[in-house]
């Protein structure tokens, strides 16, 4: 059984060799950078002022040397002791939304350095020393729940990040307080006062209850004085009626002698007809029928 020899051409032997030697090279000239990153090149160690942005670059210098920055947005927590006024430190939990000034990727990398740097060199003592310095302008440590303070604190502390990290290559998008926490006996405090404020506003309310009460009772003394005079002013007119009446028949009376006598005589005919029924005699003379005798007799 006989080998058959194989038989390599030597321009694809020296294509291949070239190939190995080249290729790493070739590859170099190539340069992809990801979505939300900027690339910035140095050649041998000195910055070079264009920077690469997302997408693929070709062909670039094999020499160079790349270092990547996240330009997405980001953001940065600190929990920060802020004195007031009344001499009380407060925590305040702060959040900074920022992102890395793309256009000055190369600034950075040549004053500052990476990223991380740009945070801990920058962003956090610039967010520390300004919240604090802001906060020296509330009077009173309480006055941090109030919506209006936050709202200066916010807008304060955003101005004055923007003015100091903006040539630092830092954009400073939003600042926002996110949590409060006042000194303990502070908050002993404010509890005390408002269990004052809810018993005097438990008093108020009783001391309402208590005037309604009040007033419903004269309202309803006023409507029985009101009914008494009504009822007194009723019988004083049937009074007062009544001795018209009393008076207007007396009157009648004297000026009729004669309607007297016939009521007289009406009384002495019912008198007579009782059994037991006295006499009396009569003097004509007179208005009225007068008892001159009194004979009775007894019945048997």
Do not use: W
């Not at 020499?63 to 925590?91: A, C, M, W, Y």
């Amino acid at each position: 059984m006989s080998k058959k020899e194989v038989q390599v051409s030597p321009t694809l032997i020296g294509f291949v060799v070239l190939l190995i030697l080249v290729g790493p090279v070739l590859l170099r000239c190539v340069k992809t950078v990801d979505p939300g990153y900027v690339s910035v090149a140095t050649f041998f160690g000195e910055v070079q002022k264009e920077t690469y942005g997302p997408g693929l670059h070709f062909p670039v210098n094999p020499l160079l040397s790349f270092t990547e920055f996240d330009v997405r947005n980001k953001e940065h927590k600190e929990r920060i002791g802020v004195p007031s006024q009344d001499q009380l430190t407060t925590e305040i939990d702060v959040s900074v939304k920022y992102h890395i000034d793309g256009g000055m990727v190369g600034r950075i990398l040549e004053e500052t350095g990476l990223a991380e740097q740009v945070l801990s060199v920058h962003i956090t003592p610039a967010v520390r020393s300004i919240v604090r310095e802001q906060g020296k302008s509330i009077a009173r440590a309480e006055d941090f729940f109030r919506e209006e303070t936050q709202e200066q604190l916010q807008n304060g502390v955003l101005t004055q990040l923007m003015d100091s990290l903006s040539d630092k290559g830092v954009v400073v998008e939003q600042v926002l307080i996110r949590d409060i926490d006042l000194p303990k006996n502070l908050i002993q405090q404010i509890e005390r006062k408002k269990e004052a404020e809810q018993e005097v506003e438990r008093q108020k309310a009783e001391l309402e209850k208590f005037r309604t009460q009040q007033e419903q009772k004269v309202a309803e003394a006023e409507a029985k004085l009101e009914a008494a005079e009504k009822e007194a002013q009723t019988i004083r007119l049937l009074a007062e009626a009544k001795a018209f009446e009393i008076q207007t028949l007396t009157e009648a009376l004297a000026n009729a002698p004669g309607y007297i006598q016939l009521q007289a005589l009406d009384a002495l005919q019912a008198i007579s007809q009782d059994p037991a029924a006295k006499l009396y005699f009569m003097n004509g003379d007179a208005p009225m029928p007068l008892p001159l005798m009194n004979m009775g007799m007894d019945n048997k």
